[in-house]
């Protein structure tokens, strides 16, 4: 039976980028109102956002392999579709470790994006390349993402703010400028606070302010803002194994090793779990182990 005059429903309210599992699930939920629909380009966009989700849990085979059954959909006159199949294929092999592969993607999402004035893709596409490119090369991408988020009359393509904020943040914080990363994190907050961003996010933007703090070796500050949201986390029943980790090194740099123990212990107890962590920061993950003092 054809849904061609049935109203498609909007897969993309249904992500929880903090559950990918649940969220690929709810898309191929509607797999087959997507099949039955004279829709191929809903059909398409929403193989893609399986393809992130699968991505997301690292299950990379089966991401380009959803992606491939997405391009078999693909017409020329479907440019959303296409540039979303672009950003998927290259989020893939950035999170697989391969970045080159990667980056002509992106390009190409970023080029077909503004032909098409598909603002938000076109954001979305700068930031990836930001992301991509080597350092020195970052800044200027995550800008042109910024310039067209804050000129866009979209609703929408303006909630990239708080995200781009925070992506400029980490890049001068990774070029040890800690001053410029501060004021870029609190823009971020600003950002965050000022659309209708959930409590994580807004818990993850203070949580970036009080790491640059303690960069800048403003360390009670840090502490305070830190503790603060372990009280947060508390009050929910939620664990962050990024708050305990702070504040084990806050209290570590406070000259406080004893009170720091319990922390790292937490921390090492949920960031030794992460895969990804595990595979790219092993000495971090290590170093929590050892600041523990947790037996073998």
């Known amino acids: ?21 649940a969220s690929e699930q709810q898309f191929r939920a509607l797999l087959s109102i997507a099949q039955q629909s004279d829709d ?6 929403l193989l893609t956002q399986i393809a992130r989700a699968e991505g997301l849990q690292r299950r990379f085979a089966d991401a380009h392999a959803t992606l491939d059954a997405a391009l078999g959909l693909l017409t020329p006159r479907m440019g959303q579709a ?50 991509v490119e080597p350092l020195d090369q970052q800044l200027d991408w995550h800008l042109r993402a910024l310039a067209l988020a804050g000129q866009s009359r979209q609703p929408r393509v303006r909630k990239w703010l708080g995200s781009l904020y925070n992506n400029i943040g980490w890049t001068y914080h990774a070029a040890g400028e800690y001053q410029q990363a501060l004021d870029s994190f609190e823009k971020a907050l600003a950002a965050r606070e000022a659309t209708d ?34 009280e947060e986390l508390d ?62």
């Open 197 to 230: 961003s959930s409590a994580h996010q807004i818990r993850i933007a203070h949580w970036c302010v009080a790491r640059a703090l303690r960069s800048l070796q403003q360390f009670e500050t840090a502490l305070a803002i830190q503790q603060r949201l372990c």
């Open 235 to 296: 009050r929910s029943g939620a664990t962050d194994g990024y708050v305990y980790e702070e504040l084990a090194e806050c209290l570590l740099a406070l000259n406080r090793p004893e009170e720091s123990k319990q922390y790292f212990t937490q921390a090492y107890a949920t960031l030794s779990k992460d895969p990804w962590l595990a595979e790219n920061e092993p000495a971090r993950i290590q170093r929590l182990h050892s600041l523990g003092h947790i037996a073998e």
């Open 1 to 21: 039976m054809s849904t061609s005059n049935l109203k498609l429903p909007d897969f993309d309210a249904l992500w929880d980028y903090d559950d990918p599992g």
């Open 40 to 45: 191929r380009s809903y059909h398409a966009q």
């Open 82 to 131: 296409r540039i979303r199949y672009l950003l998927e294929r290259g989020r893939v092999f950035n999170s697989s470790g391969q970045i080159e592969q990667a980056r002509p993607f992106f390009l190409e999402a970023w080029e077909a994006a503004q032909a098409l004035q598909e603002d938000f893709y076109a954001v979305d596409a700068a930031h990836m390349l930001a992301i």
